[in-house]
Nanobody
Framework: QVQLVESGGGSVQSGGSLRLSCAAS????????MGWFRQAPGKEREGVAV???????SYADSVKGRFTILQDNAKNIVYLEMNSLKPEDTAMYYC???????????????????????WGQGTQVTVSL
């Protein structure tokens, strides 16, 4: 059973930066597809960034050029570096994992939450003006 634990959320002013971490455990190989999703109050959960075991990445259009997803395979940690944060980035951020990435990942798209089987508990990011 894959277990995911997020950390690094918090409050920041517009234009600021945060780095989220997701520590993964409970799996026997390094071939997981990892992703970050977010959900704002009253909105559906949406994909933010995905990284495959080969290092290929995909991003939501709204975060391209501002967010970077990275993985440290030695430590089984996936990071989401968020720069130039905007108030509209305010949401609960969730780490997700699956044995394979969504088919649309090859097209540079993050996929749907239903494409991922394992989820963390979430970490809150709040961006103020």
């Amino acid at each position: 059973q894959v277990q995911l634990v997020e950390s690094g959320g918090g409050s920041v002013q517009s234009g600021g930066s945060l780095r989220l971490s997701c520590a993964a455990s409970g799996y026997t190989d390094n071939n997981l597809c990892m992703g970050w999703f977010r959900q704002a109050p009253g909105k559906e959960r949406e994909g933010v960034a995905v990284i495959d075991s080969d290092g290929s990445t995909s991003y939501a259009d709204s975060v391209k050029g501002r967010f970077t997803i990275l993985q440290d395979n030695a430590k089984n940690i996936v990071y989401l570096e968020m720069n130039s944060l905007k108030p509209e980035d305010t949401a609960m951020y969730y780490c997700a994992a699956n044995s394979i990435c969504p088919v649309v990942h090859v097209l540079g798209m993050t996929g749907h939450p239903t494409d991922f089987a394992y989820w963390g508990q979430g970490t809150q990011v709040t961006v103020s003006l």
